[in-house]
């Protein structure tokens, strides 16, 4: 029951993850520390799979040696090399025995195999012990900083939860020892001069009530291969799009029944799973790559999309989902506390997001069988867009959580304090985001366009709905900066109708949506390359000059990788060529700080003040939409699709 309290322990601080280690191949992950150990009830480190943490301690020991962790290696998807130094007194200074440990992680699986290299004069034995201590913690729990460890089965082979629906088997080529804190492998690794010795464990997990999987492939990264780098570029645009394209592949996921039809899990670790709004975004950033992912997001929301009335999950007929989990997820952070239903409804903006990847991936050469095959949903999606606007006074398109236990925000920028005046308060509800209402005139001039190459009624209706749209966002968006005279839009208007004069980067959003005159564009495009607003790295989510600004402020300050590109997307789109080309020199100037793989977000600091981007320590690494924005970034600046080239697993279509 949603009423329920849940107990999530003693919570505290949401764990860190800036500097811990992530192995990933959805829905399977492990967080280690730099030299692959993970220390129990520290954090977020441990091995998951889905929405339950299976393993929460995993430490090693010798007999006597120390070991001296060297560098670690994940350049290979779903792999991961560690190499160490081990020795054991004696005047020799050059390291002579290594110790490399070679993980490889799949959908419901993680190994290791563990060997010593010895390129000493003599014989060496080495007895290591490695410790595995299981766990059943849901997903949330951990999240919110949660003390607790959950009860699990432990038997001969291995441990289940309480309810058996995880269930994990350990195998082993060592002696295997079982005890109060868990399971204990031993090996004696003799590895004579010049050769080595090895040992290897696994672990297998089960999750008989998933409700995302493993694809059948994973084949994202090849596409890589499909986007041209720029001449010269290929030290940073080019290391950034392999890194990216290889933590899209580790980010596929599948529904049970439907292990073709790919998508993105939005991040990880916390979001691992679908989320109708990223998972549009990400595949819509992605589209000129890897279109089979567009697809498999679309057919995948379809199947989901809502049927009836429930103000619980706030599903509605027409309406596109919000999140997918197993079980009731709970939710403690800061002033929020909230519980959302397994398949929750609260977003505002993926319907007509998901209206327009539709129309882009037709446009880009999506099978017409498979286009004609989502015409129903496509009605059903419209027909929720125009009830939904029409159900607002302000004839906008607004949201507001009924049941008090759901997301208090429901547009990209979902924290609770996400959508501020320029004196830093927060804006009270019903909210009709400005971004959202360009989404929603968009979409609906797309529609007119699919029903018309369907052969289907009421494409003229919807153009003249989305004019009147433009107009009415016109009159009650657009605010004046008293400090500049700088005209802009609000970032939303509040329940009475009052324009939220907060500068915020949701305007950048309106860039390429068709609801901006030529000097709206020029002037939105000015407000975004104003240092208030642009970083050097990327822009921030909240201007500077907010009451409420930090640049650690989750979505008051920070700088979203994804967010970024969207807007280097729109001024692309609508003709600003060499603003875009500045903006994506920043991001990429960003990722290079982060070994090249973008988070979730970074700090807001200005480069100016600090030569490299400033994480934000919570950030979900690696996150989907900001992988994906490698593709813009590289197009921003000078890269082109490659048409000769396969797109995950299938030809070129023709011109």
Not at 38 to 60: C, H
Not at 381 to 407: I, K, N, S
Not at 485 to 491: H, K, L, M, N, T
Not at 572 to 579: K, R
Request: charged fraction near 20%.
């Amino acid at each position: 029951m949603l009423d329920d309290v849940h107990d999530l322990g003693r919570h505290g601080e949401q764990p860190f993850l800036h500097d811990l280690a992530c192995l990933l191949a959805a829905p399977m992950q492990a967080w280690t520390t730099a030299d692959g150990s993970v220390t129990p009830g520290a954090g977020a480190q441990g091995v998951y799979l889905g929405d339950t943490r299976i393993v929460r301690g995993l430490s090693m020991q010798t007999d006597g040696w120390s070991v001296a962790h060297l560098a670690t290696d994940d350049g290979v998807p779903g792999r991961q090399k560690l190499r160490a130094v081990v020795r054991r007194g004696g005047a020799i200074i050059d390291p002579e025995i290594l110790l490399i440990r070679e993980r490889v992680i799949t959908g419901d699986a993680l190994t290791e195999t563990i060997a010593i290299v010895n390129a000493s004069r003599g014989p060496v034995t080495v007895v290591l012990a490695l410790h595995f201590t299981p766990d059943a913690t849901p997903m949330d729990v951990v999240k919110a900083g949660g003390t607790r460890a959950e009860g699990v089965r432990v038997n001969e082979g291995g441990w289940s939860t309480e309810d058996k629906r995880v269930s994990v088997h350990l195998s082993t080529d060592g002696a295997c020892a079982r005890d109060d804190l868990g399971f204990d492998i031993t090996w004696h690794l003799a590895a004579p001069p010049g050769g080595s010795a090895a040992g290897s464990w696994a672990v297998q997990a089960v999750d008989t009530g998933a409700v995302v999987t493993a694809p059948r492939t994973r084949d994202v990264a090849a596409a890589v291969g499909r986007v041209a780098v720029p001449e010269g570029r290929e030290f940073d645009v080019g290391r950034l799009l392999a890194r990216s394209f290889d933590d899209l592949d580790g980010l596929e996921l599948a529904m049970p029944g439907l292990p073709d039809a790919r998508f993105l899990g939005a991040g990880a670790p916390w979001f691992l799973t679908l989320f109708g709004r990223d998972s549009i975004v990400a595949a819509s950033l992605l589209l000129p790559a890897a279109p089979k992912i567009a697809y498999g997001t679309l057919a995948t929301l379809a199947l989901l999309q809502g049927t009836t009335d429930d103000v619980a999950s706030a599903e509605e007929p027409g309406k596109i989902v919000h999140e997918l989990r197993r079980d009731v997820t709970h939710h403690v952070g800061g002033n929020e506390r909230f519980m959302l239903p397994p398949r929750y409804y609260g977003t505002v903006d993926a319907t007509p997001l998901w209206i327009s990847l539709l129309h882009d991936a037709w446009r880009a050469g999506m099978p017409p069988d498979d286009v004609a095959a989502l015409a129903p949903n496509l009605e059903a999606a419209v027909g929720w867009l125009r009830a939904a606007v029409a159900a607002d006074p302000r004839g906008f398109l607004a949201y507001h959580d009924r049941t008090g236990r759901g997301l208090a925000n429901q547009g990209w920028k979902d924290s609770g304090d996400a959508i501020r005046w320029t004196d830093g308060s927060p804006a009270v509800g019903p909210i009709a985001l400005c971004e959202v209402q360009g989404y929603a005139a968009r979409a609906a001039r797309q529609a007119a366009e699919l029903l018309d190459a369907l052969g289907r009624d009421g494409a003229a209706n919807l153009r003249s709905w989305a004019d009147e749209m433009a107009e009415r966002f016109r009159a009650a968006f657009w605010v004046t900066d008293s400090a500049t005279g700088a005209r802009y839009p609000a970032v939303a208007l509040d329940a009475r109708g009052h324009a939220v004069d907060g500068m915020a980067s949701n305007m950048g959003h309106l860039l390429g949506t068709g609801i901006l005159e030529i000097d709206e564009q020029r002037a939105v495009v000015d407000r975004l390359m104003d240092p208030t607003m642009f970083s050097g790295f990327g822009i921030r989510t909240l201007s500077t000059t907010n009451g409420g600004y930090w640049p650690m402020r989750y979505h008051a300050g920070a700088v979203w990788p994804h967010d970024t590109a969207m807007i280097i997307d729109g001024m692309l789109a609508d003709g600003f060529a060499e603003e875009a080309r500045t903006v994506a020199e920043g991001l990429l100037a960003a990722a290079a700080s982060f070994d090249w793989r973008l988070p979730e977000l970074f700090a807001g600091v200005a480069r100016n003040e600090s030569a490299r981007a400033i994480p934000y320590p919570a950030a979900c690494h690696p996150h989907a939409w900001s992988a994906a924005a490698a593709v813009v970034i590289a197009l921003a600046l000078g890269g082109s699709v490659r048409d000769d080239a396969p797109a995950d697993g299938r030809p070129a279509p023709p011109p």
